[in-house]
């Protein structure tokens, strides 16, 4: 019964949850917030409850220390040799990496080339790998890519219509990104709903602040509507998603604005926050549409519509659809923007939809299309972190 640690560092915080495998059972998990900060905050939930301190965390290593020295301060582990892995996701695996691969200083080496593409997170990733090497050093580390998933995609899907030797030269091209969620999400779906579908096509919709769908054939991704960086694809919580690339230019000349000053804006300020003025949560767009703001329902329409024509894009793309998937905070727990999109797409498709069940099944993972539905339509609780823990124990048992 090996316990593995699945891992997702950021800039300034780290969430853990450590599962004792093969039974996955989640044992406790945490986070470790305002990393850099004298007021940094550790968590860590075990039995069903959560312990918080407000303490100095001046770096990463400190963070870790923290979470292996509560682990057996709670007699969680009762030596640290009882963790047989650690998993940290990783959100940008370019080109080089279409499965999980063991974190050794190689990938770690690929990991730093590749920071240009991901600046945000990959300096974070690399500092998660090495405070938990040095803190664990006889545990297996494996990297666990959001982009691993698509690298399935043929290039007519991935690559972008600009001079190829940019392409070649830069190594431009869509990356996508959630992977592991979609991956879980299909395999999910699949194997809840569509047990006799012998070649399943799904539609999986990860909706949370930062959103992407997937073409998954078979089990694999075809398509993705994030592009190089998470920026491209449906609208978001702050990010924009696709444009029209002139837009650049022409806000450029605008205002004065160079590109990095802009790209700031379509990542930050754009999106649900940028068109209604106000929130970048749902749940106070929905809110404010309930109180005839007319911007929030501006915001909330073009949201519904970006993600439903991605669904007409993918159901052409895959020849049909068995499954749509809804998922993530806002595709797991929003009954309003569900029957939004779904509004906008169920004549074309013929969807039969249990609007009543919508409403009444959020947080939960099961079907919300009726019976004759020639399309299943669900909402599936996603979890990374068990696909991360699968990952390592498939990693251990030599079997991934
Ligand atoms: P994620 O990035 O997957 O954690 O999703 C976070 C987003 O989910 C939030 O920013 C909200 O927009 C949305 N969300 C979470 N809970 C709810 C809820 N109960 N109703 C509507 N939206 C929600």
Same mark, same amino acid.
């Given at each position: 019964? +090996?316990?593995?640690?699945?891992?997702?560092?950021?800039?300034?915080?780290?969430?853990?949850?450590?599962?004792?495998?093969?039974?996955?059972?989640?044992?406790?998990?945490?986070?470790?917030?305002?990393?850099?900060?004298?007021?940094?905050?550790?968590?860590?939930?075990?039995?069903?409850?959560?312990?918080?301190?407000?303490? +100095?965390?001046?770096?990463?290593?400190?963070?870790?220390?923290?979470?292996?020295?509560?682990?057996?301060?709670?007699?969680?582990?009762?030596?640290?040799?009882?963790?047989?892995?650690?998993?940290?996701?990783?959100?940008?695996?370019?080109?080089?990496?279409?499965?999980?691969?063991?974190?050794?200083?190689? %990938?770690?080496?690929?990991?730093?080339?590749?920071? +240009?593409?991901?600046?945000?997170?990959?300096?974070?990733? @690399?500092?998660?790998?090495?405070?938990?090497?040095?803190?664990?050093?006889?545990?297996?580390?494996?990297?666990?890519?959001? %982009?691993?998933?698509?690298?399935?995609?043929?290039?007519?899907?991935?690559?972008?219509?600009? +001079?190829?030797?940019?392409?070649?030269?830069?190594?431009?091209?869509?990356?996508?990104?959630?992977? =592991?969620?979609?991956?879980?999400?299909?395999?999910?779906?699949?194997?809840?709903?569509?047990?006799?579908?012998?070649?399943?096509?799904?539609?999986?919709?990860?909706?949370?602040?930062?959103?992407?769908?997937?073409?998954?054939?078979?089990?694999?991704?075809?398509?993705?509507?994030?592009? @190089?960086?998470?920026?491209?694809?449906?609208?978001?919580? =702050?990010?924009?998603?696709?444009?029209?690339?002139?837009?650049?230019?022409?806000?450029?000349?605008? %205002?004065?604005?160079?590109?990095?000053?802009?790209?700031?804006?379509?990542?930050?300020?754009?999106?649900?926050?940028?068109?209604?003025?106000?929130?970048?949560?749902?749940?106070?767009?929905?809110?404010?549409?309930?109180?005839?703001?007319?911007?929030?329902?501006?915001?909330?329409?073009?949201?519904?519509?970006?993600?439903?024509?991605?669904?007409?894009?993918?159901?052409?793309?895959?020849?049909?659809?068995?499954?749509?998937?809804?998922?993530?905070?806002?595709?797991?727990?929003?009954?309003?923007?569900?029957?939004?999109?779904?509004?906008?797409?169920?004549?074309?498709?013929?969807?039969?939809?249990?609007?009543?069940?919508?409403?009444?099944?959020?947080?939960? %993972?099961?079907?919300?299309?009726?019976?004759?539905?020639?399309?299943?339509?669900?909402?599936?609780?996603?979890?990374?972190?068990?696909?991360?823990?699968?990952? @390592?124990?498939?990693?251990?048992?030599?079997? @991934?």
């Amino acid at each position: 019964m +090996p316990k593995v640690i699945a891992v997702n560092a950021g800039s300034s915080s780290i969430k853990y949850k450590l599962f004792i495998m093969p039974e996955e059972k989640v044992v406790c998990s945490g986070l470790v917030d305002r990393i850099g900060h004298q007021d940094g905050i550790f968590k860590i939930t075990y039995n069903k409850e959560e312990h918080k301190e407000v303490l +100095p965390i001046l770096e990463h290593g400190k963070g870790v220390e923290l979470i292996l020295e509560a682990l057996k301060k709670y007699h969680i582990v009762e030596d640290l040799s009882e963790i047989k892995a650690v998993g940290h996701r990783v959100v940008q695996g370019g080109k080089y990496f279409a499965k999980s691969t063991i974190f050794d200083e190689n %990938t770690a080496a690929i990991i730093e080339k590749l920071i +240009p593409l991901d600046p945000l997170h990959a300096p974070a990733h @690399l500092l998660g790998y090495h405070a938990f090497k040095k803190a664990l050093p006889d545990a297996l580390e494996l990297a666990v890519f959001d %982009t691993a998933f698509h690298q399935s995609m043929a290039e007519e899907d991935a690559l972008f219509p600009i +001079p190829y030797e940019l392409t070649e030269k830069y190594d431009i091209r869509r990356y996508g990104a959630h992977g =592991t969620s979609h991956q879980f999400l299909a395999e999910t779906g699949r194997a809840l709903f569509l047990q006799d579908v012998k070649h399943p096509r799904i539609i999986s919709c990860h909706i949370g602040s930062g959103a992407s769908l997937c073409a998954i054939k078979d089990g694999k991704s075809v398509a993705t509507s994030m592009g @190089l960086t998470p920026l491209g694809g449906v609208m978001m919580g =702050t990010r924009s998603g696709d444009l029209d690339p002139s837009i650049l230019d022409y806000i450029s000349t605008c %205002t004065g604005k160079d590109v990095h000053e802009i790209y700031t804006i379509l990542n930050k300020k754009s999106g649900l926050l940028g068109v209604s003025g106000l929130s970048n949560d749902t749940r106070d767009i929905e809110e404010a549409i309930k109180n005839g703001n007319q911007q929030a329902i501006l915001a909330g329409a073009i949201f519904a519509r970006r993600i439903a024509d991605y669904i007409g894009q993918y159901f052409v793309r895959l020849g049909g659809a068995d499954l749509i998937i809804f998922s993530a905070g806002i595709g797991e727990n929003s009954d309003y923007f569900r029957e939004e999109i779904l509004k906008r797409v169920e004549e074309a498709l013929n969807l039969k939809i249990d609007y009543q069940k919508n409403k009444d099944l959020n947080h939960q %993972t099961a079907l919300i299309s009726k019976e004759d539905s020639p399309i299943k339509v669900a909402i599936i609780k996603t979890d990374e972190e068990l696909m991360i823990a699968r990952d @390592l124990e498939k990693t251990l048992n030599g079997t @991934l």
